[in-house]
T-cell receptor, first 113, second 112 residues
Framework: DTEVTQTPKHLVMGMTNKKSLKCEQH?????MYWYKQKAKKPPELMFV???????INESVPSRFSPECPNSSLLNLHLHALQPEDSALYLCASSLGGRGYEQYFGPGTRLTVT | AQSVTQLDSQVPVFEEAPVELRCNYSSSVSVYLFWYVQYPNQGLQLLLKYLSGSTLVKGINGFEAEFNKSQTSFHLRKPSVHISDTAEYFCAVSDIGNQFYFGTGTSLTVIP
């Protein structure tokens, strides 16, 4: 199984809502990533978890809160978002370390109204 | 940090014609190189990767890429494109650790 799954596929939320994005992989990967992607742009790294510990936080606003409950799951909790946060949120996983490719999920299309 | 340049933001090409998508990177140290494809409303899919060894790398869907250390390039090629190849293509570099550095992307449009 070389699949990374993400739920929900689409999400519309108001600026006062709290919601969560979920990512799951069963490939035994120990590194998991959250990216934000705007239309026609490359993915922008937000967070990296390595062995279930947050290893990289690319100065992301605190209204985005990541969580890694176990080695297969990665969540992104959203609160008080702004319209400019509307984007495709991609989850990825890899074996970790140099040279290992990242496997991407299909993404969650988030619209903040 | 690494810098990855994809000089062509858009490449239109006729069906069954060859195509080359260009990628240059900044590092003078050893790097690992990747090409990903993204179809509309989907995630990124790995096309191919270069770690070491032969400089010509073959990937999925008939794509190949050539690593050129002296020119710090990793150009992607396909001898004959299909309509289904219409997508966004991203070159990426990995040096130390788990972080990838992506180029700005090339939008390939195959014209019937």
């Amino acid at each position: 199984d070389t699949e990374v799954t993400q739920t929900p596929k689409h999400l519309v939320m108001g600026m006062t809502n709290k919601k969560s994005l979920k990512c799951e992989q069963h490939m035994g990967h120990r590194a998991m990533y959250w990216y934000k992607q705007k239309a026609k742009k490359p993915p922008e790294l937000m967070f990296v978890y390595s062995y279930e510990k947050l290893s990289i936080n690319e100065s992301v606003p605190s209204r985005f809160s990541p969580e890694c409950p176990n080695s297969s799951l990665l969540n992104l909790h959203l609160h008080a978002l702004q319209p400019e946060d509307s984007a495709l949120y991609l989850c990825a996983s890899s074996l970790g370390g140099r040279g290992y490719e990242q496997y991407f999920g299909p993404g969650t299309r988030l619209t903040v109204t | 940090a690494q810098s990855v340049t994809q000089l062509d933001s858009q490449v239109p090409v006729f069906e069954e014609a060859p195509v080359e998508l260009r990628c240059n990177y900044s590092s003078s140290v050893s790097v690992y190189l990747f090409w990903y494809v993204q179809y509309p409303n989907q995630g990124l899919q790995l096309l191919l990767k270069y770690l070491s060894g032969s400089t010509l790398v073959k990937g999925i869907n008939g794509f190949e890429a050539e690593f050129n250390k002296s020119q710090t390039s990793f150009h992607l090629r396909k001898p004959s494109v299909h309509i289904s190849d219409t997508a966004e293509y991203f070159c990426a570099v990995s040096d130390i650790g788990n972080q990838f550095y992506f180029g700005t992307g090339t939008s390939l449009t195959v014209i019937p």
